[in-house]
């Protein structure tokens, strides 16, 4: 069983599309995260959820918009797609927040052309 | 603030040790480290919380400093499965945020 699943896992779109990404999490945990890792590897934290509220926004682009339907899940929707929106984004999970280790997802490709 | 992770880029060969730290110019709650392998997820390997702190399992440990504001990653006698990009996540006071290094490329060769 998959402990931090995401979908898709690749994703290839037009500039000016809107598209999303679906992350499930199935260890219970409290908090959850989306990551942004760019072509050099750097990962940047986008957002962090806890018990389904936002806890943290790192001045990421309002054509983002994450969404918890319940503790258990994290999407993120991309409004109007750019060409350096590719990356490949990661889904995380913590049980506690801080002082606790994240779990994360095999991680979305995602190509804008 | 992203801490700073030195070297950008190791080479060893089997067996050899291997040290990658850390640093952050402020105190810090916790130091997370983690793997990751090419095209893979980022996998945890150990979290630091208490100035001072050592801990380790296998042939990869890794230390704390008293102030808080610096670890270190060694990597014993060090195997092909080592190799992937080594990160550093860094957590403040308050948390909810892990912001991690820029990472350091270890490469393995037999």
């Known amino acids: 069983d998959t402990a931090v699943s995401q979908t898709p896992k690749y994703l290839v779109t037009q500039m000016g599309n809107d598209k999303s990404i679906k992350c499930e999490q199935n260890?219970?945990?409290?908090?959850m995260y989306w990551y942004k890792q760019d072509s050099k590897k750097f990962l940047k934290i986008m957002f962090s959820?806890?018990?389904?509220?936002?806890?943290i926004n790192e001045t990421v682009p309002n054509r983002f918009s994450p969404k918890s339907p319940d503790k258990a899940h994290l999407n993120l929707h991309i409004n109007s797609l750019e060409l350096g929106d590719s990356a490949v984004y990661f889904c995380?999970?913590?049980?506690?927040?801080?002082?606790?280790?994240?779990?994360f997802g095999q991680g979305t490709r995602l190509t804008v052309v | 603030q992203q801490p700073v992770q030195s070297p950008q880029a190791v080479i060893l060969r089997e067996g050899e040790d291997a040290v990658i730290n850390c640093s952050s110019s402020?105190?810090?709650?916790?130091v997370h480290w983690y793997r990751q392998k090419h095209g893979e997820a980022p996998i945890f390997l150990m979290i630091?919380?208490?100035?001072?702190e050592q801990k380790g399992h296998d042939k990869i440990s890794a230390s704390f400093n008293e102030k808080k504001q610096q670890s270190s990653l060694y990597l014993t006698a060090s195997q092909l499965s080592y190799s992937g990009t080594y990160f550093c996540?860094?957590?403040?006071?308050?948390?909810?945020?892990?912001?991690f290094g820029a990472g350091t490329r270890l490469f393995v060769k037999a």
């Open positions: 959820y806890n018990n389904k509220e936002l806890i």
């Open positions: 402020k105190a810090l709650y916790s």
């Open positions: 995380a999970s913590s049980q506690a927040g801080p002082g606790t280790e994240a779990f």
């Open positions: 996540g860094t957590e403040n006071t308050g948390g909810f945020k892990t912001i």
């Open positions: 260890l219970g945990h409290d908090t």
């Open positions: 630091l919380l208490k100035g001072g």
